[in-house]
């Protein structure tokens, strides 16, 4: 893959890494960048990894939507749109609701789309150079790939509102107060501290962690009664697993289990 691509893409040793590769336009979604991400997650989602990184080039993760493509296309802007989320919306579903855990590593700062592509993770990772803008509203437009659903979900409806009317800027560690993220680390380490979640992540158990990911993501959709039936009917699968076995006799043995 050549490393003009606006996303780059891997598979290595079980771990996939998807990188936003325009660091000149702040990594910016336009319709190239927008179908290159479609493309690479549909080529990750099909290598089933074990685990998945989602990052940006250079200093800046995601700044959203691509405004100098909005400029030159604003005599069909809606169309323009239209055709940048007809892919994108897909596949980033596709990520994220992959049965690996997926891990973003947000290395600076991001607007607009970049929050649905930091936030779509199941561990979001931040550099504290890390900064989040909503931006939409500001240019008279709305949230798109997913961002109105991801951040909902992590500071609830009344929160996500306000972050997207008003577009205030939210530093790193703000962003942890609020638990838009899960841990924000020295801009130097991220590199290193995700791929240490990376190691964890793999020596774990990648049947619980699908079966996790269900039950969690669908969490809010489900009363009580079905949740416990759901739990019920992935509790009875794990048990027949033999992660569960390994897990289990690790356990009585006191050793680390070897899962397959």
Request: net charge neutral; with cysteine; glycine share 10%.
């Given at each position: 893959?050549?490393?003009?691509?606006?996303?780059?893409?891997?598979?290595?040793?079980?771990?996939?890494?998807?990188?936003?590769?325009?660091?000149?336009?702040?990594?910016?979604?336009?319709?190239?960048?927008?179908?290159?991400?479609?493309?690479?997650?549909?080529?990750?989602?099909a290598a089933?990894?074990?685990?998945?990184?989602?990052?940006?080039?250079?200093?800046?993760?995601?700044?959203?939507?691509?405004?100098?493509e909005f400029?030159?296309?604003?005599?069909?802007?809606?169309?323009?749109?239209?055709?940048?989320?007809?892919?994108?919306?897909?596949?980033?579903?596709?990520?994220?609701?992959?049965?690996?855990?997926?891990?973003?590593?947000?290395?600076?700062?991001?607007?607009?789309?970049?929050?649905?592509?930091?936030?779509?993770?199941?561990?979001?990772?931040?550099?504290?150079?890390?900064?989040?803008?909503?931006?939409?509203?500001?240019?008279?437009?709305?949230?798109?790939?997913?961002?109105?659903?991801?951040?909902?979900?992590?500071?609830?409806?009344?929160?996500?509102?306000?972050?997207?009317?008003?577009?205030?800027?939210?530093?790193?560690?703000?962003?942890?107060?609020?638990?838009?993220?899960?841990?924000?680390?020295?801009?130097?380490?991220?590199?290193?501290?995700?791929?240490?979640?990376?190691?964890?992540?793999?020596?774990?158990?990648?049947?619980?962690?699908?079966?996790?990911?269900?039950?969690?993501?669908?969490?809010?959709?489900?009363?009580?009664?079905?949740?416990?039936?759901?739990?019920?009917?992935?509790?009875?699968?794990?048990?027949?697993?033999?992660?569960?076995?390994?897990?289990?006799?690790?356990?009585?043995?006191k050793r680390?289990?070897?899962?397959?």
């Open positions: 893959m050549s490393n003009e691509s606006p996303v780059l893409w891997s598979v290595e040793n079980q771990v996939a890494r998807i990188t936003l590769n325009r660091p000149q336009a702040a990594n910016a979604i336009g319709l190239a960048s927008s179908r290159a991400l479609s493309a690479a997650i549909d080529a990750v989602v089933a990894p074990r685990v998945v990184v989602l990052t940006g080039s250079g200093a800046r993760f995601c700044a959203g939507g691509d405004i100098s400029v030159a296309g604003q005599d069909d802007m809606q169309g323009l749109i239209d055709r940048i989320l007809v892919p994108l919306h897909p596949a980033l579903l596709r990520l994220a609701t992959m049965p690996a855990p997926v891990i973003t590593a947000v290395n600076g700062p991001l607007g607009g789309a970049g929050i649905a592509l930091a936030l779509c993770g199941d561990i979001v990772l931040a550099a504290d150079t890390m900064k989040l803008r909503a931006g939409y509203s500001a240019i008279g437009l709305t949230p798109d790939a997913g961002a109105s659903w991801f951040l909902t979900r992590r500071v609830g409806a009344s929160k996500a509102k306000e972050l997207f009317m008003l577009n205030d800027t939210l530093s790193a560690d703000e962003c942890l107060r609020l638990g838009i993220v899960n841990a924000v680390y020295p801009a130097a380490e991220l590199e290193q501290r995700t791929q240490e979640m990376v190691g964890r992540l793999l020596a774990g158990a990648a049947g619980a962690f699908a079966r996790i990911k269900v039950l969690c993501d669908g969490a809010g959709r489900r009363d009580l009664a079905d949740q416990l039936a759901l739990e019920h009917q992935m509790m009875l699968v794990s048990a027949a697993s033999a992660d569960a076995r390994e897990g289990v006799q690790a356990f009585a043995q680390a289990p070897k899962f397959g």
